[in-house]
């Protein structure tokens, strides 16, 4: 009869309670937090050394300006600020400067967000460091009102009446024709009769041609 023999047991293998479980994510969540409010911090001190920079520079150019001009900044800031965080990225800037009637070329937009620029804050959902590359950069509206205030106080008079020119002379035929008169009346709300507009025309049409031209324009406005 065979004897029995007795195999020597297997050392038991030091399974982990949690093997096959997922990482807990609130380390993670820890961390992408605390690089948000790190990054937060970091944005409002660079906006406020902005501020300073500025003032340091001299006196403010928006309080040169006209109420006017002043709205007419904050509105075009506005319109491209969609989440209202008072910044506008690379395009958003480049549009903005277009409606205030400045073409300005890449590599001019790209200096100006160097200079003026502040890193996007990182997303929860994706808490690497914001990137610094300039089409990547942030203009806080203190920036944008000290670049377009500058460059407004330094525009040639005859460049911001020829602007206006360009306004009323629908289809660039050079000259402001009662037609014209018409329509910008009546897009402002304007209650002008026929006789008064027509009155309009004659008074400052030097040429005796029925219209306005560019250098009457321009005379009416100097005067």
């Given amino acids: 009869m065979a004897s029995s023999s007795t195999h020597p047991s297997f050392p038991q293998r030091p399974y982990n309670a949690n093997l096959g479980k997922l990482p807990d994510r609130t380390a993670f ?12 911090r970091l944005e409002r001190e660079r906006e406020r050394l902005e501020k300073e920079r500025l003032e340091r520079e001299g006196q403010d150019p928006m309080n040169q300006l006209s109420e006017e001009q002043r709205e007419e ?45 502040i890193p996007a804050a990182p997303s929860p959902h994706d808490p690497s460091p914001a990137s610094t590359h300039p089409t990547r950069l942030l203009l806080p509206l203190a920036a944008f009102q000290h670049l377009t205030a500058t460059r ?23 000259k402001i024709d009662l037609q014209d008169l018409r329509r910008v009346a009546r897009e402002l709300g304007e209650g002008l009769g026929e006789e008064e507009l027509a009155a309009m025309i004659d008074e400052f049409d030097l040429d005796g041609d029925g219209a306005i031209d560019r250098e009457e324009f321009v005379g009416i406005c100097l005067q």
Avoid at 30 to 39: D, I, K, L, M
Avoid at 152 to 174: C, M, S
């Fill in 29 to 40: 969540n820890t961390t992408s937090t605390a690089q948000q409010r790190e990054a937060q």
């Fill in 73 to 117: 900044i904050n509105e075009a800031f506005g319109l491209f600020d969609l989440d209202k965080d008072k910044k506008i990225d690379y395009h958003e800037f480049k549009v903005a400067l277009k409606a205030l009637g400045f073409d300005l070329p890449k590599s001019e937009l790209v200096a100006l967000l160097q200079t003026h620029g």
């Fill in 152 to 174: 407004i106080l330094a525009r040639d008079p005859r460049e911001e009446i020829l602007r206006a020119f360009d306004l009323f002379d629908e289809g660039g035929k050079g």
